[in-house]
């Protein structure tokens, strides 16, 4: 293939998804559908529900070995497991065929990307009530004393969030939908 081919096939992957571009491309189609889908995989297997449990809630304490928890409280943990997993995918995949499905349409492609990022802001939202809530009263303050697991379930989705915001507002980013007036989105 001739270096001019090579060139306008490069200049066509990186302009076939505009409505998201540079650090929100990273970010919500390749960093954010890896970093729910890894932790379930590690959940399913290695180290596995019984480590995940136990870092939920942080104390310093070694992981119990597998088999202290009850079949209910795997299951529970199978099942956000299984949550995240999904997350994952339907951000990774759902983006990725707003993307394949309407090259040429950044208007469409655009509102599909908002449905996803606002539904994923709701659930970020969401997520870091139920932690900050369910965290002990000597912890909520204390982020030194957060292991990764309570940083990734508050201080990563803050980043995200705020992330998803930016985005809302074209900070770093052109608009075709969102932000435009009537007119233009017809």
């Given at each position: 293939m001739s270096t001019h081919k090579l060139r306008s096939k490069s200049n066509e992957t990186m302009s076939d998804f505009p409505a998201l571009?540079?650090?929100?491309?990273i970010l919500f189609l390749y960093l954010e559908p890896l970093s729910t889908i890894i932790p379930s995989l590690m959940i399913y297997g290695f180290p596995g529900a019984h480590w995940f449990h136990h870092e939920l809630i942080p104390?310093?304490?070694a992981p119990p070995p597998p088999g202290f928890l009850d079949q209910r409280?795997?299951?529970?943990?199978?099942?956000?497991?299984?949550?995240?997993?999904?997350?994952?995918?339907?951000?990774?995949?759902?983006l990725r065929a707003a993307r394949d499905a309407l090259p040429g349409n950044p208007v469409a492609q655009e509102r599909i990307v908002g449905a996803t990022l606002f539904a994923m802001a709701v659930?970020?939202?969401?997520?870091?009530?139920?932690?900050?809530?369910?965290?002990?009263d000597k912890l909520k303050y204390m982020p030194e004393a957060w292991n990764a697991t309570t940083h990734g379930n508050i201080t990563v989705v803050?980043?995200?969030?705020?992330?998803?915001?930016?985005?809302f507002k074209g900070i770093g980013c052109k608009r075709f939908y969102y932000g435009q007036s009537k007119s233009k989105k017809n």
């Open positions: 571009t540079g650090f929100y491309r104390d310093g304490t409280s795997v299951m529970a943990v199978w099942q956000l497991a299984n949550c995240y997993f999904l997350l994952g995918m339907l951000e990774g995949l759902g659930a970020d939202v969401t997520h870091i009530l139920a932690t900050w809530v369910a965290l002990p803050i980043f995200l969030f705020l992330a998803r915001v930016a985005w």
